[in-house]
């Protein structure tokens, strides 16, 4: 029991507290809003975890079953957008709305909670193993989320639907958006050459990763808002079985047959479990899509996530599989 506390202590001052912290700043005082905070996203995005990544990476024993880790990675992301896809017969949506969904779906919040709480409950390496499996993140949200924006807004529009061109997308891959995936081929090149990582720097993961936490929970938190996201609400079923049972039950499948890293293994198991994304409401945004459907089951899995599903993995981690 004192191990279950000490594990999850971080999730309450690193989670619980900044979420309603900025929660209640928006709304009780007039000084806030829910874009107030945007900036310490984009810091997380461009600097926290490509800061952490880097360091975890740099000290990895790399291994030839770890080309793995990117495949499912990938995999993470084409799984639930095949299956959103399937479902969308279910829905009478709207092409805006369309397009929403599967960005839902496409997209995942595994560079920030999944990240987070692999470093909590498995540790550095683990965290290390995290940033391998996103390494190529960027080309599923480039190639894909970018492109099947683009095309669904142009649907509504009634514009032309030609997007997403080879070069438009590795245009994408160029960006202070992408340092993370930059900081990870950096860390596997100092890797491989042997370079001796500081000692210092597991010191800086440890106070890093509390400052990547607040730089991500404090803007979600900030964006809650109930009306806007109890209309869609009747998804969130859909997105939490997809994100929560069938993704996980998948990836550690077919990873089983090609890694036996137990480490690994939990790794994708925790990354493959993680809450739909920030990301998917900003594309919505920027593609004039339907922002109050991305938005809702963005903050319904989220609290589902720091509710329930954390403290099974803790359960599962510390008690079942050891």
Partial sequence: MLDFIKTFAPFIYDIILPFFLSYFLVKYTKKFNEH???????????????????????????????IWLPISGI????????????????????????????????????????????????????????ALILSLTAFMVNGIGFTTAARCQA????????????????????????????????????????????????????VNIHISMWSVIVPIGASLSFAGVKKYRYITPDVSIVKFIIVPAILMLL???????????????????????MVAVMLSKIYKLNVDLAMSPFIYTTVIYLALMVPIFILIMRFLWV
């Fill in 36 to 66: 107030s905070f945007d900036i310490l996203m984009i810091l997380q995005m461009r600097l926290f975890f490509p800061i952490g990544s880097f360091l975890a990476i740099w000290n990895l024993n790399l291994t030839f079953q770890l």
């Fill in 255 to 277: 990873s089983l047959i090609f890694i036996t890293d137990e480490m690994a293994l939990k790794t994708i198991f925790l990354i493959a479990a993680s809450p739909a994304p």
């Fill in 155 to 206: 649907l509504a529009e009634g514009t032309d639907v030609s997007s997403g061109s080879i070069k438009g997308v590795l245009k994408g891959l160029i960006s202070w958006n992408q340092m993370a995936l930059y900081a990870t081929i950096v860390g596997l090149l100092l890797n491989f050459l042997h370079v001796p990582r500081p000692t210092v720097a597991s010191d800086i993961i440890s």
């Fill in 75 to 130: 995999l993470m992301h084409l799984i639930p957008y095949f299956l959103g896809y399937a479902r969308l017969k279910k829905y009478n949506f709207d092409y805006r709305s369309k397009g929403s969904y599967l960005l839902v779906m496409l997209i995942s919040n595994s560079a920030m909670l999944g990240s987070m709480t692999s470093y909590f409950v498995l540790g550095e390496i683990s965290y290390a193993y995290t």
